[in-house]
């Protein structure tokens, strides 16, 4: 079992900059891919970025990509979403997830285990 928390969304205007972080517990980080999708109202969880165990891959959507950045530290734990030049378009609830392998995957279904997901929200 992988236990995921993920934190750091709240209210920005839009242009600006907010970094979500996702604490994991439980089995051994390391060697574990983790993603970050995202839901916004009235649509289905969509893919945002995703790392491989090692952080040598990296995978993002072409709607964030050079504007977020997946990153992780596996001496604490935790990964990360910064994400820049936020745009009214990526408000939604974001979810950070485990996949059992060391290879980042775009689809969700090969994750096993979600955080609770944390609100973004951005005003224009």
């Known amino acids: 079992q992988v236990q995921l928390v993920g934190s750091g969304g709240g209210l920005v205007q839009a242009g600006g900059s907010l970094r979500l972080s996702c604490v994991a517990s439980?089995?051994?980080?390391?060697?574990?891919?983790m993603g970050w999708f995202r839901q916004a109202p009235g649509k289905e969880r969509e893919f945002v970025a995703a790392?491989?165990?090692?952080?040598?891959?990296?995978y993002y959507s072409d709607s964030v990509k050079g504007r977020f950045t997946i990153s992780r530290d596996n001496a604490k734990t935790t990964f990360y979403l910064q994400m820049h030049s936020l745009k009214p378009e990526d408000t939604a609830v974001y979810y950070c997830?485990?996949?059992?392998?060391?290879?980042?995957?775009?689809?969700?279904?090969?994750?096993?285990?979600w955080g609770q997901g944390t609100q973004v929200t951005v005003s224009s």
């Open positions: 997830a485990a996949r059992p392998s060391r290879s980042a995957s775009r689809n969700q279904y090969d994750y096993d285990y």
């Open positions: 439980g089995r051994t980080f390391s060697n574990y891919a």
């Open positions: 790392i491989s165990a090692s952080a040598v891959i990296t």
